[in-house]
Structure formats: structure tokens, C-alpha cells
């Protein structure tokens, strides 16, 4: 009896540590994005980005098959907090990837970073982890929030406006909007208008605006944020009166359903579809083909994630136990941006060029925001010199 207890007890250790071998043998990436509601179109972007990237991989990174383990935060950080928990403590991923919006990222950064894993922003690029609130396991493969702003204040001092009115959602990144402009720009500011990131309603907004005498529109409204603005903005007769300079309000994942009413909406990125370079044809092509849609920079941004985490696990050979390697070959960046110029400051930010963009209508009938000019070159945050994190 004893002999056969203990046979049992060896082969139950021996299943326990094949099934641990076999988990090590695989790649485990948590992403976490919005995938319902008015801005669910933004998360799954994101989402199928990661996704190609990984097909174009032949679904491994460095040799070894990838586990993707997707949530949806529902917009809602005690709910992020939540999947995010389950990811790290049932899931045990090695990394986390996401989200879309900072207030959910400053709502998972810590559970994360807590846990000893890797977090990956793709979009939220907020302030608060920037500089002293740096961390040597978060990167960003966006930018931080100011950097896209200060772009779209020198490219307003660029198109000649000189009275601007600004519309942003009240949550950190319309903060950190209002604080980029205001870095660079040199005209007046006759507005500051925060409103709920749940507004439905931008009539009396509008209303506003029209009797404000601006020379500009400045908005940051992402998602079905901005297809509602928009809309209204045409509904009021303002289309061709007031020109409009936004961030993520006209682009690849509202230009769908906005249509012609968005062409000629000026904005700023890092990246634009119609950019020409081979990695980004490969890309935009590939994608297309896909999903029947083309890109916007929340799938580039996620397809750049993915690539990152390929060029890091290869580089330690699938080796994740030591991280110091990981995370030195995560800073490396030894990947081809589809972007063009990429690398990542002290604090795990990108230095990166931003371009003044403006949407158009491609032949074949569809929507697409294409590059008028460079802003910036090898841009940097300006909270890097804060961070301590190495």
C-alpha cells in the first residue's frame, strides 16, 4: 500500500512539473482594451493589431508558442483592476498588454508593476508614469500624452491660428492635452472645456463655439466621443467656417462612419497609412486584407507590441525568469517600427517623430488620415529627466 501511495504521489509530482515545464514552453500575454461600448471599435483595433502581428510570427515569439489570455476593462477601472488580477493570478502571464484610456491605466499600473510583470501601454500614455512615477517594468509603444499635444500646438502656430478653442473630455489624457497645447502654442486660448467622458450630447458645446470667433477647433475626442461631435458640428453649419485641428477625434476607427464628413479634419500622430516605408505597405496591406478595414494607429501601435515582446523573447533565447535580460532587451527596441525612427527614453516612453496629418478619401472610396508635413523629429517627453527607474 505504501509503495503504491508513493507511486501515485511521484507520478502526480512528476504531471505537476510537466504541466509547469509545458506552461514555461509558451509565451502568456494578457491584453486588456475596451471592447464594448460607443469605444469598443478603438480596443478591437488594438486587438487585431496585436493579433496580425502574431500571425505574421507564425504564432510564436523567439521560437515559442504565444497564449493570448483578451478582457475587456468595459470602460471601467474597478473592472480592469479585476480581469487584470485574473490574468496575472490565474492566467500567470508574462506580460500585460494595454489598455486604450489612461484612467485605466493608472487603475492597472499598480497591480501589475505590484506582481513583478511587464506592462505595455499601446495607447494611454499618461503623465503620472513618466517621470518620478517611472517604473523599469512599464513601456509605452505610443507616446506619452504630451508629446501628441505639443505637436498639435506647433502644427496650429504653423497653420495661423491665433485664436483657439479647446474641447477635451475631463479625464488624464484631456488633462495632459490641455498641458501639451499649452506648451507650444503661441496664440490665445479663449476656451478650456472639459467635459464628462460619457457625453452624448455636445449641442450646447457647439452652440458655444460658433459664438466663440475662434480661428480653430482644438479637440481631443476619441472614438464615439468624436463621431457625436463631429456630426454635430456639421449639423450646426460649421463645416468650412471653423477648421478643426484633433487628436484621435477624425481617424482610421471613427473615418468609417464619419465618412466625408470628416475630410480635410487636420490632425497629429506619429504615423499616418499612407506612410512609405515597406514594414508600414506590409502592414496596412496585410490588414486590409484582413479585416476589410484600414488601420488606424491603435493597430499600429498594438502590431508594434507585439513585434517588441518577438525581438525581446528572442533575444533571451524564451529565457522570461531573468528579467533584468527581458527588460534590457525590451529598451533595446531591436524591432522595425512601421513608424519609421523608434526608440525608448529612460523612462520607457518612445523618442519618436510626430507629422501634421489630414484626412482624406482614397480611391477606392475609402477614408484615410495622410501625412502633410513632419512637426517634430526625435521628439521626446519632457518628464524624462525625473525618472530614476534604470
Known amino acids: 500500500m505504501r509503495a503504491c501511495v508513493l507511486r501515485l504521489a511521484t507520478t502526480a509530482a ?3 512539473v510537466a504541466h509547469a515545464a509545458a506552461a514555461q514552453d509558451k509565451i502568456r500575454i494578457g491584453l486588456i482594451y475596451t471592447l464594448s461600448g460607443a469605444p469598443s471599435t478603438l480596443g478591437q483595433q488594438s486587438k487585431n493589431g496585436f493579433e496580425l502581428a502574431l500571425k505574421s510570427l507564425g504564432g510564436k515569439m523567439g521560437g515559442k508558442d504565444v497564449e493570448l489570455f483578451v478582457a475587456d476593462d468595459e470602460l471601467k477601472p474597478d473592472v480592469a483592476i479585476q480581469k487584470v488580477r485574473g490574468m496575472l493570478e490565474r492566467d500567470r502571464v508574462d506580460f500585460v498588454v494595454g489598455p486604450i484610456f489612461s484612467n485605466i491605466l493608472v487603475a492597472i499600473h499598480k497591480p501589475v508593476i505590484d506582481a513583478g510583470k511587464i506592462l505595455i501601454s499601446t495607447n494611454a500614455g499618461t503623465s503620472n508614469f513618466a517621470g518620478a512615477g517611472c517604473n523599469a517594468n512599464f513601456f509605452v509603444t505610443s507616446y506619452q500624452n504630451d508629446q501628441i499635444f505639443e505637436a498639435v500646438g506647433e502644427a496650429s502656430n504653423r497653420l495661423g491660428y491665433k485664436r483657439v478653442y479647446i474641447l477635451v473630455p475631463n479625464y488624464p489624457a484631456g488633462k495632459d492635452a490641455i498641458a501639451g497645447f499649452k506648451r507650444t502654442y503661441k496664440g490665445e ?25 475662434a480661428d480653430a477647433l482644438f479637440t481631443f475626442m476619441p472614438g464615439g466621443l468624436g463621431i457625436n461631435l463631429l456630426n454635430t458640428f456639421i449639423q450646426a453649419g460649421l463645416k468650412g467656417k471653423l477648421p478643426i485641428v484633433s487628436t484621435f477625434t477624425a481617424d482610421e476607427a471613427t473615418l468609417p462612419v464619419l465618412k466625408d464628413n470628416a475630410v480635410g479634419v487636420y490632425g497629429v500622430l506619429t504615423w499616418a497609412p499612407n506612410m512609405d516605408n515597406a514594414a508600414n505597405k506590409k502592414f496596412v496591406s496585410e490588414y486590409e486584407a484582413a479585416y476589410n478595414a484600414v488601420p488606424a494607429s491603435y493597430a499600429m501601435q498594438a502590431y508594434d507590441a507585439a513585434m517588441l515582446i518577438n525581438s525581446a523573447v528572442a533575444a533571451v533565447n524564451g529565457n522570461l525568469a531573468d528579467q533584468n535580460a527581458v527588460r534590457a532587451a525590451l529598451k533595446k527596441a531591436a524591432f522595425t ?18 507629422y501634421l496629418t489630414k484626412v482624406a478619401k482614397r480611391p477606392d472610396d475609402k477614408f484615410e488620415t495622410q501625412i502633410v508635413e513632419k512637426i517634430f523629429s526625435n521628439h521626446a517627453d519632457g518628464y524624462a529627466k525625473d525618472c530614476k527607474a534604470q
Open 14 to 16: 512528476l504531471m505537476l
Open 189 to 213: 486660448i479663449i476656451e478650456e472645456s472639459l467635459l464628462p467622458l460619457n457625453t452624448t450630447d455636445f449641442g450646447p458645446e457647439v452652440s458655444k463655439i460658433a459664438a466663440s470667433k
Open 337 to 354: 517600427s512601421v513608424r519609421g525612427p523608434f526608440k525608448f527614453n529612460v523612462n520607457g516612453y518612445p523618442i519618436e517623430d510626430f
